[in-house]
């Protein structure tokens, strides 16, 4: 079982950056992939990036390449995501998943934060 926590969203103009991350419990978060997916109002929820069990295998949507990074620190039980270069489209409640099976396979994983709200105005 793991509890997935999320923080650091926040308003911020287009153009600026911020840091998420999700600290999660469970002695076993070391062997989940972990990644991010968001929601905007009236939309449907969307795979962001996601990072594998042992950091080496980096996933993104095509929206964020190259303005994303997905990162994660086992020892500190935490995922983080930079994101740059922010457009007001980044607007979304973004959400934490885990995933038991290590990698990313097309679909999320069981385990889900409560989300946090990021807001980029124009």
């Known amino acids: 079982q793991v509890q997935l926590v999320e923080s650091g969203g926040g308003l911020v103009q287009a153009g600026g950056s911020l840091r998420l991350s999700c600290a999660a419990s469970?002695?076993?978060?070391?062997?989940?992939?972990v990644g991010w997916f968001r929601q905007a109002p009236g939309k449907e929820r969307e795979f962001v990036a996601v990072?594998?069990?042992?950091?080496?295998?980096?996933y993104y949507a095509d929206s964020v390449k190259g303005r994303f990074t997905i990162s994660r620190e086992n020892a500190k039980n935490t995922v983080y995501l930079q994101m740059n270069s922010l457009k007001p489209e980044d607007t979304a409640v973004y959400y934490c998943?885990?995933?038991?099976?290590?990698?990313?396979?097309?679909?999320?994983?069981?385990?889900w934060g409560q989300g946090t709200q990021v807001t980029v105005s124009s």
């Open positions: 998943n885990a995933d038991p099976r290590g990698d990313w396979y097309g679909l999320p994983g069981d385990y």
């Open positions: 469970g002695r076993t978060f070391s062997k989940y992939a």
């Open positions: 990072v594998s069990w042992s950091g080496k295998s980096t």
